[in-house]
């Protein structure tokens, strides 16, 4: 059984976490300069799509406010948080507004994603993440790194990342980025005729002791990194491909 609100739907095991986030996303939205946040709208509503869909902002403040109360940011001390691909900003908003430390990573030409990055005063670099390519130096670390509806994997291309892409990045991120016992939290978007992940992808996912669902990978804990990986690894694995999920 599920319930909707507009294009989002959630399962009855999410009330009690919808409930709140919807109570948590009116407060973060009171505290938002709705004056600027009109004009930065007004600047870019002739960009198309990639602009337009995050022009809902109580959507996307409940849908974020969702993925940190799912975290547990709603609850205990200030934490460091590195959002990658950050786009508009609204999870980074949700976790500020939370009272933690955050920080952006996303490409540094796109106006409409610095003008909201602006207008929620967060610190964002700008960098284009590609494949066995290391993120900038930050000369700091995280207690939770996260990455939602993942663009930069490839997606929809002939290039989409197989396990060592992936085991490149996650060990870049383990060694240089995460603190010990910090959470890495991946949402990935479907891929056509895949599903969220290849059955490669899955199994090199599952060697490193993650939880998956709902299109979305979890590396929470003090997990050392992996060794070398090789492609025989998740060959041996047997995993089925595709998540469990029901939303992205």
Same mark, same amino acid.
Do not use: G, H
């Given at each position: $059984?599920?319930? @909707?609100?507009? =294009? !989002?739907?959630? @399962?009855?095991?999410?009330? @009690?976490?919808? !409930?709140?986030a919807r109570t948590l996303a009116g407060k973060a939205d009171a505290a938002i300069d709705q004056e600027r946040f009109r004009q930065v709208i007004a600047s870019h509503s002739s960009e198309g799509y990639d602009s337009y869909k995050y022009f809902d902002k109580q !959507?996307?403040? =409940? @849908?974020? $406010? $969702? =993925?940190?109360?799912?975290?547990g940011l709603d609850k205990g001390s200030s934490r460091a948080v590195l959002d990658l691909g950050c786009g508009a900003g609204y999870f980074l908003y949700c976790c500020k507004h939370l009272g933690h430390d955050v920080h952006g990573i996303d490409l540094p030409t796109y106006e409409f994603y610095r003008d909201m990055i602006a207008l929620f005063g967060i610190p964002r670099t700008g960098f284009r993440i590609e494949p066995r390519k290391n993120l900038p130096i930050l000369d700091k670390r995280f207690d939770v790194i996260t990455a939602h509806q993942i663009c930069f994997n490839g997606h929809k291309t002939e290039n989409l990342w197989g396990p060592e892409e992936w085991d490149y990045f996650l060990n870049d991120l383990q060694k240089n980025y995460l603190k010990p016992g910090g959470t890495i939290a991946l949402e990935f978007n479907a891929e056509p005729e895949i599903g969220f992940y290849t059955k490669e992808v899955r199994g090199y996912f599952e060697s490193r002791a993650t939880r998956i669902f709902r299109g979305r990978v979890i590396i929470a804990g003090d997990i050392k990194p992996s060794p070398a990986f090789t492609p025989s690894e998740t060959a041996a694995s047997g995993l089925a491909a595709g998540g469990l999920a029901t939303r992205t």
């Open positions: $059984m599920v319930f @909707s609100t507009t =294009r !989002l739907q959630y @399962s009855v095991a999410d009330l @009690s976490n919808f !409930l709140r !959507l996307w403040l =409940r @849908s974020k $406010m $969702m =993925r940190a109360i799912e975290l």
